[in-house]
T-cell receptor, first 113, second 114 residues
């Protein structure tokens, strides 16, 4: 089955700890994205990558970091510098070409205790 | 830069009634427009997309949307609401060819009353 997987589905973190969210896709898509979702605010872009070994900051990159060492994988690290990390995080991927839609994973809900 | 405005954060309809969810966009170039649906604690699923072919776009689950350039709108409709349509709906635009990322509206939560 082709698709996007995110793990874990629920994640709890103590203040001051870094945590890494996993995102894997087997759709052979070039581009991958991380979004943060908060109630009433829609989705906001954190980071995106259009090709392996390259990534760009989105609108709310502060306190986050990413890597893109493999085409299939785009992990997101939420660092202790992120002031308010409790949110629902969504990973997406897309084929090349502007007209194509993004395909979304099931999401990870991060809660800081 | 592009932007999306969804009028009405909450919409409530009766089962069997017309569903109308509003979306207006701003873009300096011809846009590609998308409607996604999200059920609680899940990812987003594509309902339909406009990519400059027909202005009336049909999607899954009986939904459709009409692209109106003069009104910069892409409203989502369904003739008869079903209880299973209760979810959050997001409109998105992708017209910034440099960044190639979607800009989302803030979402509309649809409630369907029996």
């Amino acid at each position: 089955d082709g698709g996007i997987t995110q793990s874990p589905k629920y994640l709890f973190r103590k203040e001051g700890q870094n945590v890494t969210l996993s995102c894997e896709q087997n759709l052979n898509h070039d581009a991958m994205y991380w979004y943060r979702q908060d109630p009433g605010q829609g989705l906001r872009l954190i980071y995106y990558s259009q090709i392996v070994n390259d990534f760009q900051k989105g609108d709310i990159a502060e306190g986050y970091s990413v890597s893109r060492e493999k085409k299939e994988s785009f992990p997101l690290t939420v660092t202790s510098a992120q002031k308010n990390p409790t949110a629902f995080y969504l990973c997406a991927s897309k084929p090349s070409g502007s007209s194509h839609e993004q395909f979304f994973g099931p999401g990870t809900r991060l809660t800081v205790l | 830069a592009q932007s999306v405005t969804q009028l009405g954060s909450h919409v409530s309809v009766s089962e069997g009634a017309l569903v109308l969810l509003r979306c207006n966009y701003s873009s300096s170039v011809p846009p590609y427009l998308f409607w996604y649906v999200q059920y609680p604690n899940q990812g987003l699923q594509l309902l339909l997309k406009y990519t400059s072919a027909a202005t009336l776009v049909k999607g899954i689950n009986g939904f459709e949307a009409e692209f109106k350039k003069s009104e910069t709108s892409f409203h989502l409709t369904k003739p008869s609401a079903h209880m299973s349509d209760a979810a959050e709906y997001f409109c998105a635009v992708n017209s910034d060819t440099g960044r190639r990322a979607l800009t989302f509206g803030s979402g509309t939560r649809l409630q369907v009353q029996p």
